[in-house]
């Protein structure tokens, strides 16, 4: 208890919170005192020791302070009391009079109850003071001035007096400071008093992260930061120094005190944590279960008696917070708990900890099937020992916690002539200068950004500290490398530097919490369920093992908010163009060359709009080209994992290891979608979390075979024709570099647009090698090993793999270099669908049954042999196939099985793939129960797959031929040219919401790859074709067309009232379109440029109607299709199936075809069996449709108008859904 009884009142808070001596005596003078100044000398005049007396409330015996309260309770008008060294405001209580200061008074000093000096004298003095400080700050000022240019490379910020203290801004503050009360009164007094109802213009719920403004954002994020990174001074004082400015205070929240008080908990710095406390009554704030935990911690940490927790205790019961509630629904760590657990203990020994819930488990209706105990269970193994796949785990840890994995280019290699060698030990020369430069750099700018942070300013300080300095250097470097020879847009790269910085943050403090050993010691044991040498008692989905080991949750790192990681990145660039630097020749051999920046900004225009772009210099570019290194670095992010991915076990834990991933992908700076999924019950995410951990389970290995030829081509310059770009010095010249001056202007002109074709063409090339690059480089890498793709999905459901450069949902080339690691018998029909699967492939057959494409397969075997044995210089028959590579793996894979002495026992590891027969369509079909358009896209059985887009073309054509009788020109011209490739992709995409403009563009395209239709009328015929187009789904599909009309004027109406459209998918996922209307332009000022940027994640802007009408029907389809999706991987892994899809394409082995198609037409009829319209137009009511009813005419009409618009769903027609389980042509 002695501890506690510090000091009384002001004086005894200022002796505590600043030192009176020097710096060092940290022990004494408390945890702040370490970063305050030194005071000034004594001997300072009697005007400067008098305006010290204003500025602080000075030390002083507890005498003094008494008597300078007996003066302050005997002067009621007196608004200052000066003793000493003490002033004590006192300012106008809540609620009085305008709450304006009052005009201050003095008390001379002397006698006691001598009487207060006239106004007008007390005015000049005053004047006189204000003279004096002016005079002073600007002295002050160019000292400081002169002292950052006379600084040495180790800049070092003088320490300047942290703001320790408030200014109070209430009457009932300056009370709980009195002389009598002890700390450990003050507690309970200050929690008792605190207001319980917040007042409007002071007192706030608290808001969401997208609620936030800008300046909101970036001081939680700093103060935040602050306890990472272990300056809670600092951020205490930034607390202060915008507690005591009311402007500044309005911008503080709850978070942000109790991330300092929390903060202050874990050192147990009691006395600094009350301050904070009282702090929060000054502003009108409540304290919430964190504030309480912050308190109950600190008094653990400290042994506080139990007289003082007990009272705490009281005031939170009263409060109506339960203490249980603190355990279940407040972020503490297992080590703040049980140190919270201490101090509970104290009042209360029987209380523990509430009991850990049963294992929820999801009983929606089209989930009890995968979750149920009963039924025969057959969970997939993989093919891998538990020994080796704790070594690949180990590999995967060492690749996260370096953040980056080092690549051997397969550009063609050369041996290094002296001319490379000597460019390669140049740049190797730089790099060192480079990296000297860069530390000196980040010291200087670090000393900086602490000095304004000091002056009570935001700064990015504590941001940069997050890192070793090494660390954030070597990072700055690898991005300088991989800096494309045509520059980067200088928001591009701020962005991208940000991310680095935070990726490479959430590993580093994972790694210093102790979180890799404890990933360590459970991941090991979760590899039991997964290792095929191996048993577990009670088999189960991955997710549910995982929770049943009780495996701690990874830390919760939320990212920065999108105004701090611009400032951020704009901060490393600019510091990356600053400390860079190379002679201006290189090939000088004296050694005179001049320094001349590495990067160079520039503008540059981008359609209409000017951007900033940081250039490499043309020497540097050169250079790196002549050193031609052998080496590319990636993040560890964007390669496959070497080991099974982490289970989807919330919205923030799952896929890698360590690296940060979020469980659904957003547009920049948006935060609802994370906040709508952290809200939802546990259960409702099940299905999405396990199908995802399923697709992800799914272990990959490289094709080596057909890998060896693409890399044949490629470092061949490459073959477009085959999808393996050519490098970019093979594109088109211009037929005339240059043209005299006498050329004609229209000349002149011709020449100038056919350069810009050219140039376009070339920068289309180079991007498309360096991606071909990237992934061909990567294949090379994983050869010969196995490697997972941990996946998540958008904000529609869809799934992806998280790796962006080599994963199955690529082109041709991409998927045919993967296959399955893990292979399986092809069995008594194996063989049969791999035939039929290599048919498809080619594209020859599509409109064929299946055993016409099964015949076609024996008929053309000697071609798929010769494919097979000689790729390159046989007959080339692959090489005619709409899927080229994916023919010649097929191909392959056919030719080793027939060859095999017992076909049904050789071991494929090839997929398989089933297609949706425009996936979309089907699902409307279903929907509406169309029975004319369900038979289009398959959903009725019929002995032949029916082709909805032949069928568009063939209605389009009777139209046509109408109008050529009529007479219509534009008809006669197209006869003959109306195909089906003419019409699909705009069929395809009118499920998904496309425009007549947007089918114009397309139909346009693919009439000018038709050398004999006259280009002349492409413009004309492609209008015309487009309106025949959507006037033949018109016809063919009446039932899509009401259900999309239905949804775009439900989506109309939701934005035209300001909302944005949401709903739930049927698995349980929350959905909401994120289109608003005029994003929100923020800036980022000063520097080398001012960074402008579009902030999405406001709330408050109003929706995008045209974008959330049209976006609708799409979006709402694209979460039926990935709702299905998931049900089928759920129930395929139910059965042992090695199952993973891209998007409505469904893989598996050959041998398992036949159980995944059932799977598959099994669940697309529970999932439409389900009133999905129905349910749909209820949470749109329950949404949407305010009640009561809007006082406004105008809204009670817009708003009755939207409820009889959402309840008007359309009536389904008549076809029966339980006969797509016998459709053979569904998915085929």
């Known amino acids: 208890m002695s501890v506690l009884c510090w000091g009384r009142g002001a004086a005894g808070l200022r002796r505590a919170l600043q030192p009176c001596g020097c710096p060092g005596l940290l022990a004494k ?13 004594s001997s300072a005049s009697p005007q400067e020791q008098d305006q010290d007396r204003r500025k602080d409330w000075g030390h002083v015996e507890l005498l003094e302070v008494l008597q300078a309260r007996v003066r302050q309770l005997q002067a009621e008008s007196v608004s200052e009391v000066v003793v000493n060294r003490v002033d004590v405001a006192r300012l106008p209580e809540h609620g009085s009079g305008d709450g304006g200061p009052q005009p201050p008074r ?13 106004r007008g004298g007390w005015a000049q003095r005053l004047e006189k003071d204000k003279r004096i400080q002016r005079m002073r700050m600007q002295q002050l000022e160019v000292t400081r001035q002169m002292q950052v240019q006379s600084q040495s490379k180790e800049l070092k910020v003088r320490p300047k007096h942290l703001q320790l203290e408030p200014r109070l801004l209430s009457k009932q503050l300056a009370v709980f400071l009195a002389p009598e009360s002890s700390w450990e009164e ?3 007094r200050v929690l008792q008093e605190a207001p319980r109802k917040l007042s409007l213009d002071v007192g706030r719920a608290p808001p969401t992260q997208a609620q936030l403004s800008a300046q909101q954002q970036k001081l939680l ?5 602050c306890l990472l990174t272990d300056h809670l001074p600092l951020a205490h004082h930034l607390l202060v120094s915008h507690h005591r400015q009311q402007q500044k205070q309005k911008l503080l929240t709850l978070d942000m005190y109790n991330t300092v008080m929390l903060g202050w908990a874990r050192q147990g710095a009691f006395r600094e944590l009350v301050y904070v406390l009282l702090m929060v009554k000054d502003a009108g704030l409540t304290p919430d279960l964190l504030s309480y ?27 109506g917070l339960k203490l249980q509630a603190l355990f279940t629904t407040v972020p503490l760590s297992k080590e703040e708990q049980a140190t919270v657990l201490t101090a509970v203990h104290k009042v209360k020994p029987t209380f523990s900890l509430p009991p850990q819930p049963p294992p929820a488990v999801n009983t929606s209706k089209l989930l009890r099937a995968v979750y149920a105990k009963d039924g025969p269970v057959s969970y997939p193994k993989l093919h891998l020992p538990l020994k080796t796949l704790q070594s690949l785990f180990e590999k995967q840890l060492c690749v996260e916690l370096a953040s980056k994995v080092c690549v051997v280019s397969v550009e063609k290699p050369a041996l290094p002539s002296k001319e490379v060698t000597h460019a390669r030990k140049t740049l190797q020369t730089l790099r060192d200068h480079w990296e000297k430069a ?26 940069l500290c997050l890192l070793d300095e090494r660390e954030v250097v070597r990072m700055l470097l690898q991005v300088l490398q991989a800096l494309p020879a045509q520059g980067e847009s200088f928001t591009t790269l701020a962005r991208e530097l940000s991310a680095r910085t935070f990726s490479r943050h959430v590993v580093q403090r994972q790694r210093l919490s102790g979180q890799v050993q404890a990933l360590e010691t459970y991941y090991r044991k979760y590899l039991h369920l997964l290792a095929s040498d191996t048993k577990v008692p009670n088999p189960c989905l991955p997710r549910q093992y995982w929770e049943a080991l009780g495996a701690p949750e990874a830390l919760r790192e939320q990212p920065w908010p999108l105004p701090v990681q611009m400032e951020l990145g704009k901060q490393l660039a600019e510091m990356l163009v600053q400390a860079t630097r190379m002679p201006s020749s290189l090939d000088n051999q004296h050694g005179s060359s001049r320094l001349v920046p590495v990067l160079y900004h520039v503008y540059s225009f981008r359609n209409v709009q000017q951007i900033g772009v940081l250039k490499p210099h043309p020497a540097y570019v050169q250079l790196l080209e002549t050193a031609a290194e052998p080496t590319l670095t990636f993040e560890a992010v964007d390669v496959p994992m070497l080991c099974p991915p982490l289970p989807w076990t919330s919205p923030h834990t799952g896929a890698f290891l360590l690296s940060p991933t979020k469980l659904m992908r957003t547009v920049e700076g948006a935060t609802q979608h994370q906040e709508l999924l952290e809200t939802c019950p546990p259960t409702a995410l099940h299905g999405a979390l396990d199908a995802l951990t399923q697709l992800g389970n799914c272990a990959w290995r ?3 075979r057909v890998l060896d030829l693409v890399l044949q081509l490629f470092q061949a310059k490459g073959c477009p024709e085959l999808g393996v770009p050519a490098p970019a010095s093979e594109a088109p010249q211009p037929a005339e570099a240059h043209l005299p001056q006498s050329a004609a202007p229209a000349r002149k002109a011709e020449l100038r647009r056919e350069l810009a074709r050219c140039q376009k063409v070339a920068r289309e090339m180079h991007s498309l090698r360096a991606e071909a690059l990237y992934r061909l480089s990567l294949a090379q890498h994983l050869r010969g090993r196995v490697f997972w793709l941990p996946h998540n999905m958008d904000f529609r459901g869809r799934t992806y793999p998280c790796p962006p450069h080599f994963n199955h949902l690529g082109s041709d080339v991409a998927r045919a270099l993967l296959e399955f690691a893990q292979g399986r018998p092809l069995g008594p029909h194996g063989l049969d669908w791999l ?11 599509k409109r064929e049954p299946l055993r016409k494409r099964l015949a076609f397969a024996e008929e053309v075997m000697d071609d798929i042999l010769d494919s097979a044995d000689q790729p390159m210089t046989g007959r080339k028959w692959w090489m005619g196939a709409e899927e080229p590579w994916q023919t010649l793996a097929c191909c392959m894979e056919v030719a080793n099985a027939v060859r095999c002495s017992d076909p049904a026992a050789y071991v494929s590891h090839l997929p398989v793939h089933q297609d949706g027969s425009c996936n979309g369509l089907q699902h409307y079909a279903a929907l509406g129960r169309d029975s004319v358009g369900a038979a289009s896209v398959n959903l009725e059985p019929s002995d032949v797959p029916q082709d909805v887009y032949s069928g568009v073309a063939a209605q389009v054509e009777v139209f046509r031929s109408q109008d050529a009788q009529r007479g219509t020109r534009v008809a006669q011209m197209l006869e003959g040219f109306i195909t089906r490739k003419v019409v699909k992709q705009t069929v395809m995409t009118v499920v998904y919401g496309v425009t007549r403009y947007g089918g114009r563009l397309q139909i346009e395209k693919r009439l000018r790859e038709l050398t004999d239709f006259p280009q002349d009328f492409v413009w004309e015929a492609s209008h015309y074709l487009v309106r025949q187009v959507f006037r033949s789904l018109q016809e063919m599909f009446s039932g899509t067309r009401a259900i999309q009309h239905w949804l775009t004027e439900s989506a109309r109406l939701i934005s035209h009232m300001g909302s944005v459209v949401e709903w739930v998918t049927p698995l349980g996922i929350p959905i909401i379109q994120p289109y608003r209307l005029e994003l929100k332009v923020k800036q980022v000022r000063g520097g080398i440029q001012s960074i402008t940027y579009t902030h999405s994640g406001d709330i408050s802007q109003k929706p995008n109607t045209r974008k959330q009408k049209n976006g609708f029907p799409p979006n709402f389809i694209h979460s039926l299709d990935s709702s299905h999706m998931m049900l089928t991987a759920l129930h395929c892994y139910r059965k042992g199936l090695t199952f993973v899809s891209v998007h409505d394409c469904y893989w598996t082995h050959a041998a398992d075809v036949a159980v995944m198609n059932q799977v598959c037409r099994e669940q697309f009829v529970c999932l439409h069996s389900e009133p999905i319209l129905e349910d749909l137009s209820r949470f749109l009511v329950s949404r949407f449709c305010p009640n009561p009813r809007p006082r406004k005419i105008s809204q009670s009409w817009e708003a009755r108008q939207l409820k009889e618009t959402l309840q008007a769903v359309p009536k389904p027609g008549t076809f029966d859904l339980e006969r797509v389980k016998h459709s053979t042509y569904f998915f085929s």
């Open 702 to 704: 490289v094709n080596g």
């Open 835 to 845: 035939k039929i699967h290599l048919v498809n492939l080619t594209g020859f057959k």
């Open 221 to 225: 994020a700093f103060f935040k930061c």
């Open 438 to 463: 860069l530390c000196r750099v980040l010291q200087e700018t670090k000393n900086h950004l602490e000095g304004e942070v000091r002056k009570g300013r935001f700064s990015l300080y504590p941001f």
């Open 29 to 41: 003078e408390g945890i702040l005192g370490g970063v305050c100044g030194p005071r000034r000398s």
């Open 186 to 188: 003050q507690l309970p």
């Open 106 to 118: 003095k008390v001379q000093r002397g006698t006691k109850g001598a009487s207060p000096v006239p």
């Open 293 to 319: 935990a912050a308190i109950l911690q600190c008094m653990g940490r400290q042994g506080q008696d139990a007289g003082t927790i007990e009272r705490c205790l009281e005031q939170m019961s009263q409060e």
